[in-house]
């Protein structure tokens, strides 16, 4: 190496050639410590700052290189790695990035983010972004904590290890986005007799949730869709069945599932909204009334949209003058003769109308009395007359068991009878009779 070499120039650190061997190490600590300062001290211009120490590393492991070249070093060096996990975060989480070193004899360590800006130099920050904190510093981990995890984190970060071979593995950082309680959205309103199709939809998701639809704890079958959106994805599944007024009011769930759920599921439900024509049916407070009782007649109303005027009427007359109305409620406070009519309550709405009478008969005192007296005689004489039906139905089924055995016997005595009487004739009237009863037999 002659006199007239130049020589290298970083920042303040100027060495003439031919001191290099002398005061090799007194030059590496010296360039290293000035990156370290500056890494430091120039948060803002971490881009220069990185590229110089970059090839202060290069340019200090070639001069160790030779060092030991020059000195004969015959010694065998411990060889040095360093070894990377991969991790996965759900947003807003914290990620835990771990760099495993094997063999380390204090050599430098850098961590570098996915864009290859470093977050931290053998310990010290060099990254102006709290989120990252370096939590263990040993000799065989290295750990980072990254918390508020975003989608703008994810990639590979770089776990360096520089000694005369720069050593890195990558741990690859994934963020997950688990879905929110799914969107139920309605395509139009459901009519009586009609269809109702029903969209559920999770907004954004990453990786794509599941959706299904479940009625009755039955699932039901649909059409599933994905669309990505940049990172993340938006998943519907859409059904459509038939709808009748008794399915109003009928819960549907949405169900989303997804790996950062862990098993838990996310789940909207949804009340069908199903329109009808309305139905009107009147209840009479009590079912007889006599002169001077109060009565209410109720106009008892289905429908959907529920109609929201009812119309009293009397056939053939107007209200009379004590009657009020209150609602859905015709009141009588005191009943008269002149209150007997056929009344009846109206209801409409958009999809139909709908009506229904009461014929009301007002009794005087005595008559009430007398008609509910003669429901408790009409039941026992109910009772009785079954009664004696039974008995009947006993008495038939006897006689016809006695005849039977009665005529089964004659008939049994019968027969006997008149196998004794040939007998008897066959003794008299000798072979001849008996053969001819053999012949007429046959």
């Keep these: 190496?002659?006199?007239?070499?130049?020589?290298?120039?970083?920042?303040?650190?100027?060495?003439?050639?031919?001191?290099?061997?002398?005061?090799?190490?007194k030059y590496i600590f010296n360039c290293l410590?000035?990156?370290?300062?500056?890494?430091?001290h120039a948060e803002r211009r971490a881009s220069t700052v990185h590229f110089l120490f970059l090839y202060l590393l290069h340019v200090s492991s070639t001069l160790r290189s030779e060092h030991g070249q020059g000195e004969n070093n015959t010694q065998a060096v411990v060889s040095q790695e360093v070894q990377a996990e991969n991790v996965t975060v759900v947003e807003g989480g914290t990620a835990e990035i771990s760099c495993h070193l094997h063999q380390y004899d204090g050599s430098i360590v850098v961590i570098q983010n996915p864009v290859r800006q470093t977050l931290f130099f053998n310990g010290t920050r060099a990254l102006k972004d709290t989120r990252f904190q370096l939590v263990e510093f040993t000799q065989k981990v290295v750990k980072i904590h990254l918390s508020d995890a975003k989608l703008e984190d994810e990639g590979g970060y770089f776990c360096q290890l520089y000694t005369e071979d720069t050593h890195h593995q990558i741990a690859t950082l994934t963020v997950i986005v688990p879905p929110d309680n799914p969107l139920v959205e309605v395509k139009e309103q459901a009519?009586?007799?009609g269809e109702i199709e029903l969209t559920c939809i999770s907004p954004r998701t990453r990786p794509a949730a599941t959706l299904r639809w479940y009625r009755d704890r039955k699932e039901l079958k649909g059409f599933t869709s994905k669309q990505e959106n940049g990172?993340?994805?938006?998943?519907t599944n859409s059904i459509r069945f038939s709808v009748d007024r008794k399915d109003d009011r009928d819960i549907v769930t949405c169900e989303a599932s997804h790996p950062a759920l862990k098993g838990q599921k996310k789940q909207t439900q949804y009340e069908l909204d199903v329109q009808f024509s309305p139905t009107a049916n009147i209840q009479p407070s009590q079912s007889l009334v006599r002169?001077?009782?109060?009565?209410?007649?109720?106009?008892?109303?289905?429908?959907?949209?529920?109609?929201?005027?009812?119309?009293?009427?009397r056939l053939n007359d107007s209200l009379?003058?004590?009657?009020?109305?209150?609602?859905?409620?015709?009141?009588?406070?005191?009943?008269s003769l002149q209150d007997n009519g056929t009344y009846s309550c109206q209801v409409s709405n958009k999809h139909g109308r709908s009506s229904d009478q009461y014929v009301l008969v007002v009794y005087d005192p005595g008559?009430?009395?007398?008609?509910?007296?003669?429901?408790?005689?009409?039941v026992i004489g109910g009772i009785l007359a079954l009664l004696v039906f039974l008995v009947i139905c006993i008495l038939i089924v006897m006689v016809w068991c006695s005849v039977r055995q009665k005529g089964s016997y004659l008939t049994h005595e019968a027969s006997g009878l008149d196998e004794h009487g040939e007998a008897r004739e066959a003794f008299l009237n000798g072979g001849e009779n008996h053969k001819r009863k053999e012949e007429f037999f046959i």
């Design 320 to 335: 009379p003058e004590r009657a009020q109305i209150q609602g859905d409620v015709l009141s009588f406070p005191s009943l």
């Design 231 to 235: 990172k993340t994805f938006s998943i």
């Design 1 to 25: 190496m002659g006199a007239g070499r130049q020589q290298p120039r970083f920042g303040a650190c100027v060495f003439p050639v031919y001191f290099l061997r002398i005061t090799i190490t």
């Design 191 to 193: 009519v009586e007799g």
């Design 291 to 313: 002169e001077g009782d109060e009565l209410n007649l109720k106009c008892e109303v289905t429908g959907n949209p529920r109609p929201t005027e009812i119309i009293w009427t």
């Design 33 to 40: 410590s000035l990156s370290q300062r500056l890494l430091v």
């Design 367 to 378: 008559a009430i009395i007398e008609a509910q007296t003669q429901v408790p005689y009409a």
